[in-house]
């Protein structure tokens, strides 16, 4: 089993548990009320809406990418592409997420500026880096059937699979052993954290360790 897989079934679990554990101390807490029925059906109602919008929105990352480039005589990373889609499918808003960068010494926070297909072009050619500064991030879309990533910018199939992109800053580009925090931060659902690790640039694209 692959870590993406450990960490949905983990994740799974916790949500499950939680729900029951939330459930139980609800009606625990409103058995001794007899007069308050109809509220205490409506407050679990709405506490298990809440959990299970927290379950449904996490964000899975499936493949983590980078590009060396020559900076000030050195290769480092300036480009990031991560892999990603919905959990299960459920209206993921890309307008209302952010990504914070922290390499230790510096943190970082990017907000959202457009989604593309990727049609002919390959990943670190298409045309959307060119609107990407150091504090923006954007998705090329690679399965959505809808086209919901393009045109209305939500992510809202478990089948939707985009690549999330964005240039590093200058001070913060990656030379080999660099790490850095990635975290995703959807507007409601589940952060997701991911640890970069640049390993040596034997080539120009290369995959996270």
Known sequence: MGRGSVITVMILFISILLIGITVSSVLTETT?????????DYNLDQITDEIVNEITSYIQIKDEKGKFSE???????????????????????????????????SVRILNYIDSRNLESNSIFDHFL???????????????DLDDS????????ENSD????????????????????VVTLLPSSGITIHTLLKAPMPMSSIVTFE
């Open 32 to 40: 001794t009320d007899t007069n308050s029925g109809d509220a205490t």
């Open 161 to 180: 699979n985009a690549y999330l992109i964005f240039k590093l800053p200058l001070d913060m580009a990656m030379k080999k052993y660099d790490k850095m």
């Open 129 to 143: 880096w060119d609107n990407l500064t150091g504090n923006e991030f954007g998705l090329i879309s690679i399965t």
């Open 71 to 105: 900076i000030n005589g050195e290769k480092r990373i300036s480009k990031i592409a991560l892999l990603v889609s919905p959990l299960v499918s459920q209206n993921i808003d890309l307008t209302q997420m952010t990504i914070q960068l922290d390499n230790g010494e």
């Open 149 to 156: 990533i393009a045109n209305l910018d939500a992510m809202n």
